[in-house]
Structure formats: C-alpha cells, structure tokens
C-alpha cells in the first residue's frame, strides 16, 4: 500500500535552510520508491489563519510587510509565502485523508515554533495547531520528536482545549509545560538508546490515557548524529526504529495518525537528507503491509 501524501509543487521554495528547499526532492523520492500517492491539496482559508493567529501578522505576511513578514527567520519572499499556505493547506488535508484511510502524510513541514504572535525559528504559521482549530469536535495529540521542542505549539494549548502537545527533545527553549504539554528532553543519545525509548512508551501512555481522535506526527530528522542542529546523535537506524514504534503504536491503538517530515538540516539534500525522510515513508509502508 501507498501512504496518501500531500504534495504540490507550491510546496518547495528557495529557503537558506533545507526547510521548503527539500520538499520536492522527499515527495519526488518516495513516489519513485513507490511509498507515496500524492494528493494535491489546493490552498487554505486565510479566515482560518486569521483566528489562528493575530490577524496583523497574518496580513503581513500575506503582504510581505516588515518586519513581521521576515520573523520566521528568512527574508520574505512571494514563493515562500505560496509555499506556506500551500503546506497548511496540506496540513487539513492530509488530517482528512488520515481520519479516512488511517495513515497519511504531508510533505511540509509542522511549523512548531510559530506562536500567535509572531513567526520564529523557520516557522511561519502553525499547522499543528491549525489541525486542532479547524476541527474542535477532535482530540489533536501533536507527538513532536525534532531536535527541537515545539514551544509555539505548546503556547497554543491554552487557547485549543482539544491540543495536546508531547515534545521528546534534545534543545528545548521557552516551552510551557501544563495539563496538555509535556516536554521530555534528552540527553545525547548512546549505545541502546534506551532513554529514548523510555521517553517514547511514556508519549504513548499518555496518549493512550488522553484518547485522541488523531494523530500529527512530527518525524524530525534533525535528531541525526550529523545534523548540524542537531544534539541527540540518533543513527539512521535509530530514527527509522523511532518511526516504526509510533506508526506501530498508532495503528494497534486505533488512533489515525499522519506525519511531517519537520527539521532536517544536512546538506548535500540529496545524499545526505532526502535518505532520512525517506525512511519515514518506509515504516509507515511497512506498518500498513
Ligand atoms: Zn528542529
């Protein structure tokens, strides 16, 4: 079977990071090794984004105002603002597709620093979040393992009574922890790996105990031992160990689940990067088979 992926072309942009700039390069790969069947997902309602966050960011983004436009951390450009709403788009469709066949994916990126306010850290406007918005009647559990915590998330869980945020990282900043946010940060990863796996039974525990009506799953590949950003030396084999436990996990439980790539630094893309995010369409293939 084929993981039901959205993709399009809007997707990718020039980005200094491989954030967007990889995009095409995933999506291309894992249709060629036959794990995805692309879904093109249109684009999104800015009327949603302005109540997800403060409309004057909104706006200027939109309209490439600064500074808010550049807060994500990169100079503001039109493709990058198509790409973005094109990756939101792609965030509510592929919720649909999951809650439909299962398991889904969205080649784009979760955007987990995004906040209310502002843009930060790559991210511009929080499709986790945004999945929990567009739909109150379900129970979101965001299980975040980048390198890096998802602190913008976890801000939007005060506001989203139906978001539950479970981060599992090695650098963690401003993150607030409550009732619907937890946070395990971790030490570099050794031998066995067993601190990790400690960590990811207690994520499922506590989804488990929460009950969720769906799954996003961020499959960040800056926890790699060559990431530049990354700290918690994960080999490549660890990684795609780490995906088959959630898509495991997910389906035994019965939870829907999809899946975005998040962070991912190493460069070249090709060689070095796209290998990783590629191994995240292979647990979930295999998990489905
Ligand atoms: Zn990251």
Redesign the pocket.
């Known amino acids: 079977m084929t993981i039901p992926t959205c993709f399009s072309p809007t997707y990718s942009a020039i980005t200094p990071t491989p954030s967007m700039t990889k995009l095409a390069m995933v999506a291309n790969a894992a249709v060629q090794a036959g794990y995805a069947q692309l879904h093109d997902p249109g684009t999104v309602d800015l009327h949603l984004l302005r109540r997800l966050h403060d409309p004057r960011y909104v706006d200027a983004f939109l309209a490439g105002q600064e500074p808010l436009a550049s807060t994500p951390g990169w100079d503001w450009t039109a493709a990058i603002r198509d790409g973005v709403l094109a990756i939101n788009a792609g965030q509510l469709a592929a919720a649909r597709l999951a809650r439909a066949h299962g398991i889904a994916a969205n080649v784009g990126n979760g955007f987990h620093h995004a906040t209310w306010a502002e843009g930060a850290d790559f991210c511009t406007f929080n499709g986790l979040a945004l999945v929990a918005l567009a739909h109150p009647d379900w129970r979101v559990f965001v299980l975040d393992c ?3 915590c998802g602190n913008g998330t976890a801000s939007f869980t005060p506001r989203l009574p139906n978001l539950f945020n479970y981060s599992i990282c090695g650098t963690e900043w401003d993150y607030l922890r409550n009732e619907r946010s937890r946070c395990h940060r971790l030490p570099p990863v050794t031998g066995e790996f067993e601190s990790y796996r400690e960590a990811m039974r207690e994520a499922f525990a506590c989804a488990l105990d929460w009950r969720p009506d769906l799954i996003i799953y961020q499959a ?1 590949a ?1 926890p790699h031992q060559d990431d530049p ?1 990354g700290s918690l030396h994960l080999t490549t084999q660890q990684l795609l160990e780490r995906d088959r436990w959630v898509f495991r996990f997910a389906r035994k439980a019965g939870i829907p689940l999809f899946f975005v790539l ?2 991912g630094y190493q460069k070249p893309i090709e060689t070095k990067l796209v290998p990783l995010h590629l191994n995240t369409f292979k647990a979930a293939c295999e998990c489905v088979q």
């Open positions: 980048d390198e890096h960040g800056d950003l998040a962070g």
